[in-house]
C-alpha cells in the first residue's frame, strides 16, 4: 500500500494568506528550517494506479500537479483520473472544499459519515458534482467499507469510527452543549489492504485520547495524527486567534493530556503528525519543540512525504 502525504498543513496552510505571524514570516522568507504546507490530505492506493483521496483540501489542484501518480497516464482516455474515491473525516473548509476541484464530468465516490454527507446535501454548490456520476456513500461506524469507484475496486476499504472533536466551524450551534456537535461530526479513518490486511489510521482531527482511542491504536504499525498545535494556548498567545485549542477540537502535542504522551505506551511502530498549523513551533525545524516531538518517536509530516506499507 502507497501513502502519500499531499498536504500536511491545517486550515489556512503554510503560510496562511493573511498570517503575519514569525512562522508565516520565516516560511515565506525561505529562511532555513521552514518548509511550505498545502493543507491537509492523504492520497492512498494498494496498486499504484487507482488513488483515494482522504479528504480533499482547497489547495488540492496544485497538490495533483505535485504528485505524477494523480495525473492521468500515458494511454488513458482524453479525460481520465486515477482518482477514483474520496473519503472525508469531517465537513470542515479544509477538508471538503477541494471536492469542486473535482469537478469537470469525471466519475469518482465520496465516503463520509451520515453527518458530513448532510453538510454537503445542504450546499448546493456540491451539486456541481453530478449525482450519477459522483455517488455519496454513508460510511457506517465501525463497519469495514470496501472503496469502489467509477467502477474500480480499489483494493482497500475503510473502517470509520468517532473520534472525540467538534462540528465544523460553520456549522457551530452558540447556543448547543459543545457547539452543537454530535457523534460522527469527527471521524478517524482505518485504511485497510485487501490483499495483505495491512492497515493504518488517519486521525487529522481529534480532540482527545479517550480509552477507546488508545485501545484502537495500540499496536498499530502506523498512525497519522493531528498535529495542529503544540501548546494549548500558543494561538492566543501569538496573538492569532482566541482559542485554545481544545475550543477548536484539537488535542495538542504537548502537556499531560496531549498527543505525545497519550501515544506513549501505546507501541504505534510509525506516527506521524499532520494537519499542522502555522502557529505550531514544530515547524522550524531547529526547535526545541522539534527535537521534543521527535525524541518522543514523532515524524513531523511534510507535503510529498510517501510511506509504503
Ligand atoms: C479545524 O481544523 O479546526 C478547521 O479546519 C478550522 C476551520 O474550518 O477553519
Ligand atoms: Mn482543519
Ligand atoms: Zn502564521
Redesign the pocket.
Known sequence: MRIRILGSG???GFPQWNCNCANCRAVRARAPGFTPRTQSSLAVSADGANWVLLNASPDLREQIAAAPALAPAEGDPVRASPIKAVALTNG???HVAGLLNLREAQPFSVYAADRVLQALAANPIFTILQAQLVPRNELHMDEATPLTGAGVDLGLSVRAFPVPGKI??YLEDQNAPNFGTSAGDTLGLEVIETKTGKSFFYIP?CAKIDASLANRLRGAALVFFDG?LFHENEMIEQGLMGKTGSR???VNMSGEDGSMAGFAPLDVARKIYV?INNSNPVLDANSTQRAAVQAAGWEVGADGMEVTL
Open positions: 491545517a486550515g489556512g470542515d473548509v479544509d465544523a466551524l482531527g495542529t477548536m477540537g484539537h494537519h
